[in-house]
């Protein structure tokens, strides 16, 4: 059984930084793809950032309205993936959703190889 727990959300002002965590248990992060995906109200669930495994090392992958801002990162040790967000905009708010996928499944960047899916983490940036 794969579950995947985020943490990390709240509520900040324009400008702050907040870094989401995801636990994983029942798949090892550093074999499988390990995406980011939020949702905003009304919205379709999109594409934030993504890391997986290659045979030269990490490759991470980011949206253009998140790159520079935020950085993935994994914790082999403790199976837990990291989304740091800095220089929060309003725009970013939104539930925050941690997925894995098997490697060579598809496109990262949407949401059909990505088989299990945290419950997700409310992220609310003032303006």
């Known amino acids: 059984q794969v579950q995947l727990v985020e943490s990390g959300g709240g509520l900040v002002q324009a400008g702050d930084s907040l870094r989401l965590s995801c636990a994983a248990s029942?798949?090892?992060?550093?074999?499988?793809?390990m995406g980011w995906f939020r949702q905003a109200p009304g919205k379709e669930r999109e594409f934030v950032a993504a890391?997986?495994?290659?045979?030269?090392?990490?490759?991470?992958y980011y949206a253009d309205s998140v790159k520079g801002r935020f950085t993935i990162s994994r914790d082999n040790a403790k199976n837990t993936v990291y989304l740091q967000m800095n220089s929060l905009k309003p725009e970013d708010t939104a539930v925050y959703y941690c997925?894995?996928?098997?490697?060579?499944?598809?496109?990262?960047?949407?949401?059909?190889?990505?088989?299990?899916w945290g419950q997700g983490t409310q992220v609310t940036v003032s303006s």
């Open positions: 997925a894995t996928a098997p490697r060579g499944s598809g496109s990262y960047y949407s949401t059909g190889p990505y088989d299990y």
């Open positions: 029942g798949r090892t992060v550093s074999s499988y793809v």
């Open positions: 890391i997986s495994r290659t045979y030269i090392g990490d490759s991470t």
